[in-house]
C-alpha cells in the first residue's frame, strides 16, 4: 500500500514537472470540468453554478490570458512568480476587489494541487490580500424613498419597473429573489409573503445562506402589485 502510494506521488510530481499552470488551471471553474468543484461538491459543500461562472469569467479575464504564469511549470512555480502575478495585477487594474479575486482564484488552484499532491509544497503560504478601499453603497433616506416613488411611473419606465423596486425598496428583497417572486408567493390577505426561492443567473435555488424567510409587504406596495 505504501508503495502504491508512493507511485501515486510520484506520478502527480512527474505530471507538474511537464505541465504548465496555464494547461493545469484551464479546467478550474468550469462548472462540468473543474476538478475543485467536483470535490467541494463530493464532500457535500454547496456551491452554486452562477458562483462557479463569475469565478470563470475572473479567470478567462485576468488569469488564463497572463502568459508569464500560464507558461510556468507547475513544478517549477514558486512563490516569487505568484508575488509577480500579483505585480501585475495590481499595475494593469490597480487596488480593487476584482485583482483580489483573481489572485485567490490563483491561490485556490495552487492549494488544490497541494491538497492532490500534484505539487509538494504550498506556495501560498504568507501571501497577504490586495489591500483596496471598499466603498460603502450610498443608502436612501426615507425622505428620498418617498420622493423617488411618490408618483407612478415617475421616474421609472413603467408601472411594472415601479413596483419591482418599491418591492426591492419596501422589502429588502434581493435582485435574485424578486426575478423569482411569483404571485402564489404574496399572501394579499395577510399583507406578507414567503421569500423561499432566488434566481441564480441561470437556475433557480434557495436564497442567500439557503435560508427561507417572509417579509411584511406594506399597504402601498401591495397597492401597486
Not at 155 to 175: C, E, N, P, W
Request: glycine residues 6%; proline residues 3%.
Amino acid at each position: 500500500v505504501l508503495d502504491r502510494i508512493q507511485k501515486l506521488k510520484t506520478h502527480g510530481l512527474e505530471r507538474s514537472s511537464v505541465i504548465t499552470f496555464g494547461e493545469y488551471a484551464a479546467p478550474f471553474y468550469d462548472w462540468q470540468r473543474c476538478p475543485h468543484v467536483r470535490r467541494l461538491q463530493s464532500e457535500g459543500k454547496t456551491i452554486t453554478k452562477n458562483s462557479v461562472d463569475k469565478q470563470r469569467y475572473v479567470m478567462i479575464r485576468h488569469i488564463l490570458s497572463d502568459e508569464a504564469l500560464c507558461e510556468t511549470p507547475m513544478a517549477e512555480l514558486r512563490k516569487a512568480d505568484l508575488l509577480d502575478y500579483r505585480d501585475r495585477l495590481v499595475g494593469e487594474m490597480g487596488r480593487c476587489r476584482t485583482s483580489q479575486k483573481a489572485f485567490d482564484i490563483v491561490k485556490t488552484i495552487c492549494t488544490e494541487a497541494l491538497f492532490r499532491e500534484e505539487i509538494d509544497r504550498d506556495i501560498t503560504v504568507g501571501l497577504g490580500k490586495i489591500q483596496y478601499e471598499s466603498v460603502e453603497p450610498g443608502i436612501f433616506t426615507e425622505d428620498e424613498i418617498r420622493m423617488l416613488f411618490a408618483d407612478c411611473p415617475g421616474h421609472f419606465v413603467d408601472q411594472y419597473d415601479y413596483t419591482i423596486f418599491l418591492m426591492a425598496a419596501s422589502t429588502g428583497m434581493r435582485k435574485g429573489e424578486l426575478f423569482a417572486l411569483k404571485w402564489q408567493d404574496i399572501d394579499f390577505e395577510n399583507g406578507d409573503l414567503v421569500i423561499d426561492t432566488a434566481w441564480k443567473g441561470s437556475e433557480l435555488g434557495k436564497p442567500k445562506w439557503e435560508k427561507t424567510r417572509s417579509t411584511v409587504i406594506p399597504g402601498v406596495t401591495l397597492e401597486s402589485l
